[in-house]
Each structure stands twice: as C-alpha cells, then as structure tokens.
C-alpha cells in the first residue's frame, strides 16, 4: 500500500502502528508460535503464547484460539448444533471482556472481540467494531468485518468513522456491497486520479464495479491493463474469469487458467478461473472438482459456492444446488446472484412460492437490474398474479432491459388480460427494441411477435388490411410461424377480396 500511494502517511495514523514488542526473554517463545500459527497449528501456538502480557503475543494467543475453533466446527461437519459452534467464541467474549480497560487492550484485540461478537450475532458488534477501526484506522480487516454489518446506506451514515485515507477505501467498499454501484465507481475513480495512482487494489475495484454495471467491455479492458501491469497478480482475477465466461471469450479464458495455475495453483482464485473455464467448456464435473478444492482452501469463500451452484443448475442437480447457494447466503447475505440462483432451482423444482420469495431477496439488493425484476415477473405470472408479473415486466423496461425480453414478457401479459392494444403495443416495442439492439434475428419470438400483430390487425377492420398483410409476409421468415403465417396471408386475401367485391357491388347499386 505505502508503494501505491503518492503521499507520507498521517504521523499520527502512523504512530498508532507502534505496539509492545516481546522483550529480549520472551521473542524466542513468540517466535516459535507464529511459527506454528503459520503452519496451521493453531492449538500449539495458542499453548505456546499463553500468559505473554505484550500486546503482540497476546493477540496471537487470542487468534489462534479463534482460528483453532474455527477449523474445529468447519472440519467436524458431523455435529451441527449451533451452541456447539459457538461454545470457543462464548470462551473468547468472555476472556476479551475481562481485558477491556485494561494497559493491554489496544485496536487489534478490539477488533477479534468485533469479530466474536460479529460471528455470535449479537448487537454491540458494530459499536465494538468502529471502536476498532478508530483505535487502529490500518487495519484493513477491522473495517470489512464492519462493512459486513451494515444492512443499508441509513446504517452507513450514521457510523462514527476516524478521518484519515482508510475511510475512503472503506467508503468504496461497502457501496459496492451495497450495490451503489454509481457512487463506488465516481469514490473510486477520485481515489485512482490522486493518491491512489498506482493502486492495483483501486484499480481492480473499479473493473468489479463495471462487471456489476453490466459493462463487460469496460471491466474486460481494466482487467486487462492489471494484467499487463503485473502478470503475476492474481488478486480479484476470479471476478475476471467471470467476465471472460459471460462474454463467452475461451482463448483468453484458457490463457487467463493456464497462467493463473504457473502463478499458484493453490490460490482459491485460481481454482475459481480454472473451474470456470472448464464450466465454459462444458466439463461441469470437473468445474465442481475445481471448485471443491477452493473451498477447501477456504471453506467461508462465498464466491466459489455460488459458482459451484450455477454448474449444479447445469448438471440438472437443483438439491445439491440449492444447498450450495444457501452456504453462498450463509457467508454473504448481499450476494445476489447466490439469491437469483435459489430463485432458479425453486422454479426448475416447480415450487413458485419458494422462488417468488428467493427472487424478492435478489431483486431487494439490486432494484434496479431487468434480469430480476423479470425473474420476479415470471414467478408472479406462474402464480396467475398477472397484474403483479406486469407491474414487474413494465419496471424491467424502463430500468433498461438489455435482453429485451420484457416487452416481450410484458405483451403476453396483456394477452393474458385480454388487453389486446396494449399488447400489440408492446410487440411492436418489442420488436423496435430488439431491431435497434441488433438482436433476435431469426429468433422464434419474433415469428410469434409477428403472428399476433398480423392476428391483431386483421381483427381490426378492413382498413387495417394493408398492415396485417406487412406482418403476415413477416410470419412467413420464421418456422415456426410458416404455417400460420400462408394461413394468415389467404385469410388476408379472401378478406380483402370480399372487401372489394362490396366496394364494387356499392358502387353499381349507387
């Protein structure tokens, strides 16, 4: 970080770096923990540095406590019950209590005691938290664990927050979390222009910010120029396996798998770009094999759940599914797609009030994107509540519907309804949309959007005629509508035969 920014650090942010160092005596015994703490035996560290009185050692004491019972509950699947999984956090709040007030107590002890009382679910946890990250404002961990707890904007407006360079990347976070996406992209864009200049970090943030935009070209071309400014960086790299798989780019996808794996093929980063390129290919068990290794790498990596849900939906698993995008809710409740997901394999499992409910909570943490709000749609027109699925379809336009299918959903709607002009309205939209767009040439939905035009216009009257005829021609391009569109074209003729036998028999009696 000190590389990438332009200016010195606060003096006084940076004096509250200094902290009690073992003495002479005890820097051999800490030693040999940190040693074990970096292999993962966190038991033998926790033994190793109990009743050290500096602040170093003592924290470690306290986090490989935390650490060892957090392997304990994730390794022993077999007992799931919740006071069971807690019990060595009751242990830590009570023992992180006692020191409060005490010369020990210092910003990182602080922030493990915000950390259990986050993980216990309990309501001090955010007060403990912003006292954390204003004793400590560097440590970056101390302001996620409080980016996790807070719900909407109102909540961040009233946080008690130090004034130094911290907030400002903590600021950006949290609105990507919240999926502000247009004011995480205008924080970051600042920060990147001044003293960030140099931050892969920001840069990154930015081409995440633009995949949740849904602009894939922008996001494609930043991660790209992170790329070519340190090939070995492996940082947020799985977010761009994941614009590389929706924009359905193999070549650069293979090349980004192939060199992530020369870089560090035990980077659960890595495992998620090497899974999804085999998603890609359609080697869906060997993506949940490579998934499966990230999250035994990590196991509270919500990312490679949801992923790991997504090739189950491909693989026609909707259970194993299902509990995979529950573990993705579990460890983020503002991931969307984990949300969107279980809306999917409810509907697959033909249970509409469960997807109802699982597309609410998508389309609450982004109001604002058509691909939910024609999910929601979809899920109330099952439940023939038509005005409710139409009410959706026409926000879903409005918002900008980049598929262009909710006019579409939306005119089927109202030929549901019997709103038959507002329906051709809609198809017409419909397919001036979708012509601009440059999509859906040759799609069956054009043929139908066709056939009720021409349906409609020949209903209306002999002077409709001419319009009915235009759309009935159309019919004829697609197979689907073939047959009925020569139907629809002799129908057409006969009436306008007959329309001009009576003009003429008119005309003679006059």
Same mark, same amino acid.
């Given at each position: +970080?000190?590389?990438?920014?332009t200016?010195?650090?606060?003096?006084?942010?940076a004096?509250?770096?200094?902290y009690?160092?073992?003495?002479?005596?005890?820097?051999?015994?800490?030693?040999?923990?940190?040693k074990?703490?970096d292999?993962?035996?966190?038991?033998?560290?926790?033994?190793?540095?109990?009743?050290?009185? /500096?602040q170093?050692?003592?924290?470690?004491?306290?986090?490989?406590r935390? +650490?060892?019972?957090?392997? $304990?509950?994730?390794?022993?699947?077999?007992?799931?019950?919740s006071?069971?999984k $807690?019990?060595?956090?009751?242990?830590l709040?009570?023992?992180?209590?006692r020191?409060?007030?005490?010369?020990?107590?210092?910003?990182?002890?602080?922030?493990?005691?915000g950390?259990?009382?986050?993980?216990?679910?309990?309501?001090?946890?955010?007060?403990?938290?912003?006292?954390?990250?204003?004793?400590t404002?560097?440590?970056?961990a101390?302001?996620?664990?409080?980016?996790?707890?807070?719900?909407?904007?109102e909540?961040?407006s009233?946080?008690?927050?130090?004034?130094?360079?911290m907030?400002?990347?903590? +600021?950006?976070h949290?609105?990507?979390?919240?999926?502000l996406? %247009?004011?995480?992209?205008?924080?970051y864009?600042k920060?990147h222009?001044?003293v960030?200049?140099?931050?892969?970090?920001?840069?990154s943030?930015i081409?995440?910010?633009?995949?949740?935009?849904r602009?894939g070209?922008? &996001?494609?071309?930043?991660?790209?120029?992170?790329? %070519?400014e340190?090939?070995?960086?492996?940082?947020?790299m799985?977010?761009?396996?994941?614009?590389?798989?929706?924009?359905?780019?193999?070549?650069?996808?293979?090349?980004?798998?192939?060199?992530?794996?020369?870089? /560090?093929?035990y980077?659960? %980063?890595?495992?998620?770009?090497?899974g999804?390129?085999?998603?890609?290919?359609?080697?869906h068990e060997?993506?949940?094999?490579y998934?499966?290794?990230?999250?035994?790498?990590?196991?509270?990596?919500?990312? =490679?759940w !949801?992923?790991?849900?997504h090739?189950?939906? %491909?693989?026609?698993?909707?259970n194993?599914?299902?509990?995979?995008?529950?573990?993705?809710?579990?460890?983020?409740?503002?991931?969307f797609?984990?949300?969107y997901?279980l809306g999917?394999?409810y509907? $697959?499992?033909?249970?509409p009030?469960?997807?109802?409910?699982y597309?609410?909570?998508?389309? @609450?943490?982004?109001? /604002?994107d058509?691909?939910?709000?024609?999910?929601?749609?979809?899920?109330?027109?099952?439940?023939?509540r038509?005005?409710? &699925?139409?009410?959706?379809y026409?926000? &879903?336009?409005?918002v900008?519907d980049?598929e262009?299918?909710?006019?579409?959903?939306?005119?089927?709607?109202?030929d549901?309804?019997?709103?038959?002009?507002?329906?051709a309205? &809609?198809?017409? /939209?419909?397919?001036?949309d979708?012509e601009?767009?440059? @999509?859906?040439e040759?799609?069956?939905?054009?043929?139908q959007a066709?056939?009720?035009?021409?349906?409609?216009?020949l209903?209306?009257g002999?002077?409709?005629?001419?319009l009915a005829?235009?759309?009935?021609?159309k019919c004829?391009?697609?197979?689907t509508?073939?047959?009925?569109?020569?139907?629809?074209?002799?129908?057409v =003729?006969?009436?306008?035969?007959?329309?001009?036998?009576?003009v003429?028999? !008119?005309?003679?009696?006059?």
């Amino acid at each position: +970080m000190d590389f990438a920014v332009t200016q010195k650090l606060d003096p006084d942010v940076a004096d509250s770096l200094e902290y009690q160092q073992p003495k002479r005596k005890g820097r051999a015994r800490y030693i040999l923990a940190k040693k074990y703490f970096d292999v993962k035996e966190y038991s033998r560290c926790a033994h190793y540095t109990q009743g050290c009185k /500096d602040q170093v050692s003592m924290f470690l004491h306290y986090y490989s406590r935390y +650490m060892a019972g957090e392997k $304990i509950v994730v390794e022993d699947e077999s007992d799931k019950s919740s006071e069971t999984k $807690i019990a060595h956090l009751k242990l830590l709040h009570q023992d992180l209590g006692r020191l409060r007030n005490t010369a020990q107590w210092d910003g990182y002890l602080c922030y493990l005691h915000g950390l259990v009382l986050r993980k216990m679910d309990l309501p001090h946890a955010l007060q403990v938290l912003q006292d954390a990250v204003n004793l400590t404002p560097l440590n970056w961990a101390a302001w996620l664990e409080l980016a996790n707890l807070i719900k909407n904007s109102e909540m961040l407006s009233q946080l008690k927050l130090p004034d130094c360079w911290m907030k400002y990347l903590f +600021m950006g976070h949290i609105l990507g979390e919240l999926h502000l996406d %247009e004011a995480a992209l205008s924080l970051y864009e600042k920060l990147h222009q001044g003293v960030f200049e140099h931050s892969l970090y920001v840069k990154s943030q930015i081409a995440k910010i633009y995949y949740s935009l849904r602009d894939g070209i922008q &996001a494609a071309t930043k991660f790209s120029e992170i790329r %070519e400014e340190d090939p070995y960086c492996l940082d947020a790299m799985d977010v761009y396996s994941n614009v590389l798989y929706v924009q359905i780019n193999q070549p650069e996808l293979a090349q980004l798998a192939h060199q992530a794996f020369a870089v /560090d093929k035990y980077r659960v %980063e890595t495992c998620c770009i090497v899974g999804n390129y085999y998603g890609l290919r359609g080697q869906h068990e060997k993506a949940v094999l490579y998934l499966q290794r990230a999250l035994k790498l990590n196991p509270h990596y919500s990312y =490679a759940w !949801t992923i790991m849900g997504h090739e189950n939906i %491909e693989m026609k698993n909707s259970n194993a599914a299902i509990a995979c995008y529950r573990k993705a809710t579990e460890m983020n409740m503002r991931d969307f797609r984990a949300w969107y997901g279980l809306g999917q394999a409810y509907e $697959i499992l033909k249970m509409p009030l469960y997807s109802l409910y699982y597309y609410r909570m998508a389309q @609450s943490l982004k109001p /604002d994107d058509s691909r939910m709000l024609v999910a929601l749609g979809d899920a109330y027109d099952k439940l023939e509540r038509l005005h409710d &699925a139409k009410k959706c379809y026409w926000k &879903a336009h409005c918002v900008g519907d980049l598929e262009c299918i909710a006019l579409l959903r939306l005119a089927k709607t109202y030929d549901k309804l019997k709103e038959t002009d507002h329906a051709a309205a &809609a198809y017409c /939209d419909y397919l001036r949309d979708s012509e601009k767009q440059g @999509s859906g040439e040759g799609d069956e939905h054009h043929g139908q959007a066709y056939l009720y035009l021409a349906s409609y216009y020949l209903s209306k009257g002999p002077q409709f005629l001419d319009l009915a005829r235009e759309y009935a021609q159309k019919c004829v391009e697609y197979p689907t509508t073939l047959a009925d569109g020569k139907a629809l074209l002799r129908e057409v =003729a006969q009436r306008c035969q007959e329309e001009n036998s009576r003009v003429n028999f !008119t005309y003679v009696k006059f």
